[in-house]
């Protein structure tokens, strides 16, 4: 089984809304990611987390909130967000940080209005 | 600078016409290359993992090879359902990084 899962599939929000976005794995991965995809563009790194841990922030706006409750979730908080911010967020996970590939979930499609 | 770059862009086959993807990259510190396969509006999914040039991985009408700077995606006889936009990514020796090319767009028609 190779499935990350992603709540909500859909999200609209307001830019003085306060939300947040989960990602679930039960693979015993170690390492879990957030990416950002616009249309007709590659997904774009925004962290990661090792081993419950943040060891990369690609210099994300603090407006992005991420946190690793423990080692099979990570949520992502979102609050005063703009409509640029509108985009599939991404969800991955793999068995570790280096080395392996990750397994993506489907995706939260976030409109901000 | 790190660099993965995707070619072509956009890549129109008639069904039965076999092609190559092609993923050239300027790393420091190759952890992996991978390719995925993204539908429109889902998540990437996962087909290969190569490690080492000279390393090949095979898997229905898809096979992937890699060598010092680049790599491959040869499309074999393709098919309708193999329309999709093919992405190559590297990881990298720097805690955990995994970056993507721009991805080439495969459209196969009847």
């Known amino acids: 089984d190779t499935e990350v899962t992603q709540t909500p599939k859909h999200l609209v929000m307001g830019m003085t809304n306060k939300k947040s976005l989960k990602c679930e794995q039960h693979m015993g991965h170690r390492a879990m990611y957030w990416y950002k995809q616009k249309a007709k563009k590659p997904p774009e790194l925004m962290f990661v987390y090792s081993y419950e841990k943040l060891s990369i922030n690609e210099s994300v706006p603090s407006r992005f909130s991420p946190e690793c409750p423990n080692s099979s979730l990570l949520n992502l908080h979102l609050h005063a967000l703009q409509p640029e911010d509108s985009a599939l967020y991404l969800c991955?996970?793999?068995?570790?940080?280096?080395?392996?590939?990750?397994?993506f979930g489907q995706g939260t499609r976030l409109t901000v209005v | 600078e790190d660099q993965v770059t995707q070619s072509p862009e956009a890549l129109r086959l008639q069904e039965g016409e076999s092609s190559s993807l092609n993923c050239s990259y300027t790393v420091s510190g190759l952890r992996g290359l991978f390719w995925y396969r993204q539908d429109p509006g889902k998540g990437p999914e996962f087909l290969f993992t190569l490690y080492s040039a000279g390393e090949e991985k095979e898997k229905e009408r898809l096979k992937a090879t890699l060598t010092k700077k680049e790599s491959f995606l040869h499309i074999t006889a393709p098919k309708p359902e193999d329309s999709a936009t093919y992405l190559c990514a590297v990881r990298l020796d720097q805690g955990g990084k995994l970056i993507f090319g721009q991805g080439t767009e495969l459209s196969v028609k009847p």
């Open positions: 991955a996970s793999s068995r570790q940080s280096t080395n392996t590939e990750a397994f």
